[in-house]
């Protein structure tokens, strides 16, 4: 089954660092980019950045840069999102989702991790 | 400027059509694609390509664009069809690679 898996609900405090991963399956994991969707309590989508498993190139949107890295570890088939120190306006739902895998789609998401919520509270 | 307006919410009765638009500069230059999100769930793509139905998506959506606006259609709707609904383009030329519309909240009366 092609499939995104994300890595389960996190509660921590301010200033502590964390990690979250996106297992793929079902598919050639290095063919297709793999990106990240915050989506704040009661907001919208918002693309935070996305990155080539191939060859682990990156590109973030200005608004996160800086603040979050992802990455990725293609041996397991895995992306990460990563904070060094979070905020209480981390709290929110990630959402990891992979581009489509041809011509027509590859500009749209068709395929989605569950999300993982993220709190953040002293 | 790549930012994607669309109404904040729209109701419709069952059983009549429903039209929640997209609109921003962009959208004469890049397709645009449609997304369905009910509550606390992942996002399921409805629209590819301003036209295109995704796979097992219902006949009912349908999806057109015409200058800076976009439109997401629904005929027939039905009560399962409740969700909130964001537009969504590519745009290698800014900041900002991929953008979603500011989502709308659908309601069936």
């Known amino acids: 089954e092609v499939q995104l898996v994300q890595s389960g609900a996190e509660v921590k405090k301010p200033g502590e660092s964390l990690k979250i991963s996106c297992k793929a399956s079902?598919?050639?994991?290095?063919?297709?980019?793999i990106v990240w969707v915050r989506q704040m309590p009661g907001k919208g989508l918002e693309w935070m950045g996305r990155?080539?498993?191939?060859?682990?190139?990156?590109n973030y949107s200005p608004s996160f840069e800086g603040h979050v890295t992802i990455s990725v570890d293609k041996s397991i088939t895995t992306a990460y999102l990563q904070w060094s120190s979070l905020k209480a306006s981390d709290t929110a739902l990630y959402f990891c989702?992979?581009?489509?895998?041809?011509?027509?789609?590859?500009?749209?998401?068709?395929?989605w991790g569950q999300g993982t919520m993220l709190t953040v509270s002293s | 400027s790549s930012d994607l307006t669309q109404p904040a919410s729209v109701s419709v009765a069952p059983g009549q059509t429903a039209r929640i638009t997209c609109s921003g500069h962009?959208?004469?230059?890049?397709?645009t694609y449609w997304y369905q999100q009910k509550s606390g769930q992942a996002p399921v793509l409805m629209i590819y390509?301003?036209?295109e139905r995704a796979s097992g998506i219902p006949e009912r959506f349908s999806g057109s664009s015409s200058g800076t606006t976009a439109t997401l259609t629904i005929t027939g709707v039905q009560a399962e069809d409740e969700a909130d609904y964001y537009c969504?383009?590519?745009?290698?030329?800014?900041?900002?690679?991929?953008?979603f519309g500011t989502g709308t909240q659908f309601t069936v009366l």
């Open positions: 969504q383009i590519a745009d290698s030329r800014g900041p900002h690679f991929y953008v």
């Open positions: 990155i080539d498993p191939h060859t682990s190139y990156t």
């Open positions: 989702a992979r581009p489509g895998t041809t011509a027509s789609l590859i500009d749209a998401f068709d395929l």
């Open positions: 079902g598919y050639i994991f290095t063919n297709s980019f």
């Open positions: 390509k301003d036209t």
């Open positions: 962009a959208l004469s230059q890049q397709y």
